[in-house]
């Protein structure tokens, strides 16, 4: 059965030690195939399960449900009709997730241990997986449990966080895979191809599956015997990853660590690595909204040629449903540490929203997302800023960029207000605090996203071909 999937993404995982703050954080842009399939942003209440099967309306996986669930956050689709797709959350104990970074494996290891037709995929991973973990190293045996009991039907990343740990988990083949905590005090990014390296396993810092040593061993897959490289072992070293992938890790790592000479075709670029200096929110926005801003490669610019600007894949695309950056705060209980900032639609031209995931609901406006343009939907709204600013991008870009810088500052100011503001609170009462101040901000950001959608209409107008001056009358 053909199914589409959401195959094009990138990703950034940063450790407590390498942010500014000590927050951990996991982000990333989620791309489709087509420029517009809507996406809501909504929170799941907790329920409990009661030995329930769990199907897929994706690929028909199926497994049973049992327990409490806890409430999270998540981006799901517009039209679940072919999957939920929920992308990413937080949830009631401080647990971040994102799922999925598509990658790929090579034909060998396929051959020998193919993907499960009806196995784990990204449609259904965030929704077996989060509601029921209470920490990242949770997460990740949980999905490795589910793996091994029914398969995975594609080969993804999964990024997972608490307040201490960062993992990043690569399900290779039907059965096969590997996850790594990231370093305290390192960054990676990621672009649809397998990256965890060289894997340790003696040590507490990495999870792979049972058996995966004898399967490499036996079937003669280690091209360099006496390592254990997983990428070597598992990935691609494709055309299309020197040209789709690798470049939007170069960029990344470019921004971060700019010291590091390397080239964007680079196929062997290294996983783990360390920034030049402590890595804020914003950071990891601008990565997650770039197009190879500033080079010659940037689809958008005016350096390079023709041939140069469309040569490598740009991170922010016109099919980018959603972006997302999950940071849970240090030295905060779960119902205080944990912000999903948000961006609908081209993370290029959108905000990045901070929402305290510690709220009962989202915003009328975040929780619709139509077939098809509506005015009540932010995702349209954004959808429609974004189309009328690559259209017009000269003419766009300034205010565009002055949007973007002033929404910069009004969310770093209300999370800093909205922390004290709430500092006396607990339980149900912080619940309804939160839950009232992100709608009161994300009114404030609707009603600043239409100004600007009025003013390049106005300006765009003025602007047009179908123009002729004679006199002051004419």
């Avoid at 939920?84 to 994102?98: D, F, H, K, R, T």
């Avoid at 254990?228 to 939007?248: E, L, V």
């Avoid at 944990?338 to 961006?343: L, N, P, Q, R, Y």
């Amino acid at each position: 059965m053909a199914r589409q999937t959401h195959c094009a993404c990138t990703s950034v995982l940063v450790g407590k030690a390498a942010s500014l703050d000590g927050s951990t954080m996991i982000a990333r842009t989620e791309d489709n195939v087509r420029a517009c399939a809507p996406k809501r942003f909504t929170v799941v209440p907790e329920r409990r399960w009661k030995r329930e099967r769990f199907v897929s309306a994706g690929n028909g996986f199926a497994m049973e449900l049992d327990g409490a669930a806890l409430r999270y956050t998540s981006t799901p689709e517009g039209d679940p009709s072919e999957g939920l797709y929920e992308e990413a959350g937080i949830n009631a104990a401080g647990v971040a997730m994102s799922a999925t970074e598509s990658t790929y494996a090579n034909e060998r290891v396929l051959a020998l241990d193919p993907l499960v037709e009806d196995g784990l995929a990204e449609d259904a991973l965030l929704s077996v997986v989060l509601p029921f973990v209470a920490s990242a190293r949770e997460g990740v045996r949980r999905i490795g449990d589910i793996v091994a009991a029914h398969g995975s039907a594609e080969s993804n990343g999964i990024l997972m966080a608490d307040a201490d740990e960062v993992w990043y988990l690569e399900l290779a083949t039907g059965h096969q895979w590997a996850a790594q905590r990231i370093p305290d005090d390192a960054y990676a990014v990621c672009a649809n191809r397998i990256s965890i390296q060289e894997v340790d396993f003696a040590s507490d810092d990495f999870m792979t599956s049972d058996g995966i040593r004898a399967f490499v061993d036996e079937n003669r897959l280690n091209p360099r015997p006496g390592t254990f490289d997983f990428r070597r072992i598992f990935g691609t070293y494709t055309q299309q990853d020197r040209h789709y992938n690798a470049p939007r890790v170069w960029f990344g790592q470019r921004y971060l660590t700019p010291e590091a000479v390397q080239q964007p075709e680079d196929l062997d670029l290294p996983f783990i690595r360390r920034a030049n200096r402590l890595i804020g929110v914003d950071d990891v926005a601008y990565l997650l909204s770039s197009h190879y801003n500033g080079t010659a490669f940037d689809p958008l610019g005016s350096d390079g040629d023709e041939r140069s600007r469309t040569r490598y894949r740009a991170v922010s695309l016109s099919r980018t449903q959603e972006g997302h950056i999950l940071q849970v705060r240090p030295n905060l209980p779960p119902e205080r540490a944990g912000v999903h900032w948000v961006a609908l639609a081209t993370t290029a031209f959108s905000p990045f929203v901070p929402f305290f995931a510690n709220a009962s609901d989202a915003h009328p406006a975040w929780e619709r997302a139509g077939e098809r343009p509506e005015g009540d939907s932010a995702y349209w709204l954004l959808r429609t800023l974004g189309m009328l600013a690559e259209s017009r991008y000269a003419l766009a870009a300034k205010p565009v960029d002055d949007f973007l810088a002033a929404c910069r500052q009004k969310a770093h100011s209300f999370v800093v207000a909205t922390d004290a503001s709430s500092a006396g609170l607990s339980g149900e009462e912080l619940t309804a605090a939160f839950t009232e101040a992100n709608r009161a901000f994300m009114d404030e950001l609707l009603a600043d996203a239409r100004t600007l959608v009025q003013d390049l209409v106005m300006a765009g107008a003025e602007d047009s071909r179908l123009s002729f001056e004679m006199d002051a009358n004419l």
